[in-house]
T-cell receptor
Framework: QKEVEQDPGPLSVPEGAIVSLNCTYSNSAFQYFMWYRQYSRKGPELLMYTYSSGNKEDGRFTAQVDKSSKYISLFIRDSQPSDSATYLCAMSAQTSYDKVIFGPGTSLSVIP | NAGVTQTPKFQVLKTGQSMTLQCAQDMNHEYMSWYRQDPGMGLRLIHYSVGAGITDQGEVPNGYNVSRSTTEDFPLRLLSAAPSQTSVYFC?????????????FGPGTRLTVL
């Protein structure tokens, strides 16, 4: 079993839809959770960062962590064609970047 | 600020050849790292450095060497290329731990080993 699992998609939604992207993990020690967005042929960029459980909102994006279920989600409201990208979840038990484990990513297409 | 830059963007090698992937950052970041990205595998850490003169191995270091003689540069050397090293390579940098600072990624180098 992989330490971090993510449905690879591709996920295709119409513009304006609410998108839900999810990751599951097996290591209960993870307490730092991140979502990265990666456009085609570009490097990943940090989208959301959450410590421990709970929700965090930033504009149209909401990150949700459920440590009891070992499950994290990223919600995108009013999705736009510019949201078309691959979304990587990442998590760590420690604050150093060399301990971060990345999910394989979910490819999202938002159709105008 | 150019951020994190990587050269070359694309490279094709034959099995057994060696080459160096270049990475530079102009943000005075102490922490730099190299990842490879393969389909279905996520980003995997190859090597990292917490400052000039200090390097350490990540999850998949075999077949790769690094050195850090300056804060700005962190080259990745492939000693004898193998088809299994066909991948997209990303360099990243940050000033401190993930709790306080973002890790910035370069645009990547697409490497094919024949």
């Amino acid at each position: 079993q992989k330490e971090v699992e993510q449905d690879p998609g591709p996920l295709s939604v119409p513009e304006g839809a609410i998108v839900s992207l999810n990751c599951t993990y097996s290591n209960s020690a993870f307490q730092y959770f991140m979502w990265y967005r990666q456009y085609s042929r570009k490097g990943p960029e940090l989208l959301m960062y959450t410590y421990s459980s709970g929700n965090k909102e930033d504009g149209r994006f909401t990150a949700q962590v459920d440590k009891s279920s070992k499950y994290i989600s990223l919600f995108i409201r009013d999705s736009q064609p510019s949201d078309s990208a691959t979304y990587l979840c990442a998590m760590s038990a420690q604050t150093s970047y060399d301990k971060v484990i990345f999910g394989p990513g979910t490819s999202l297409s938002v159709i105008p | 600020n150019a951020g994190v830059t990587q050269t070359p963007k694309f490279q094709v090698l034959k099995t057994g050849q060696s080459m160096t992937l270049q990475c530079a950052q102009d943000m005075n970041h102490e922490y730099m790292s190299w990842y490879r990205q393969d389909p279905g595998m996520g980003l995997r850490l190859i090597h990292y450095s917490v400052g000039a003169g200090i390097t350490d191995q990540g999850e998949v270091p075999n077949g790769y060497n690094v050195s850090r003689s300056t804060t700005e540069d962190f080259p990745l050397r492939l000693l004898s290329a193998a088809p299994s090293q066909t991948s997209v390579y990303f360099c990243a940098s940050s000033s401190s731990g993930l709790h306080t600072d973002t890790q910035y990624f370069g645009p990547g180098t697409r490497l094919t080993v024949l």
